[in-house]
């Protein structure tokens, strides 16, 4: 299983961006998907998962400016960032579990003026 994240980058404070996640080596399709990211000193969190059929579910610190979405087609999941704060600095991560835990390589993802 191979995961390819992009997408990261610099953005100012209320601006947005759209992380992608490409998958291969899965049943894209049978698999839950997810989005983590890990800030400086803290630990790696969930931001946003979305299960095999369609089912999303947010941290509460993103609810409402964030939106995971998948393209099972093109065996894609994607994160779209919108109302950005500084808080959400953070390497990103895709993530799936097929018997063990697979990531993504990460994308960093900048909010600053």
């Known amino acids: 299983v191979q995961l390819q994240a992009s997408g990261g980058g610099l953005v100012q404070p209320g601006g947005s961006l759209r992380l992608s996640c490409a998958a291969s080596?899965?049943?894209?399709?049978?698999?839950?998907m997810g989005w983590y990211r890990q800030a400086p000193g803290k630990q790696r969190e969930l931001v946003a998962s979305?299960?095999?059929?369609?089912?999303?579910n947010y941290a509460g610190s993103v609810k409402g400016r964030f939106t995971i979405s998948r393209d099972n087609g093109r065996k894609m999941v994607s994160l779209q960032m919108n109302s950005l704060k500084p808080e959400d600095t953070a390497i990103y991560y895709c993530?799936?579990?097929?018997?063990?835990?697979?990531w993504g390589q990460g994308t960093l993802v900048t909010v600053s003026s």
């Open positions: 080596g899965l049943i894209f399709r049978l698999n839950d």
């Open positions: 993530y799936t579990r097929l018997q063990r835990d697979y």
């Open positions: 979305i299960t095999s059929g369609g089912v999303r």
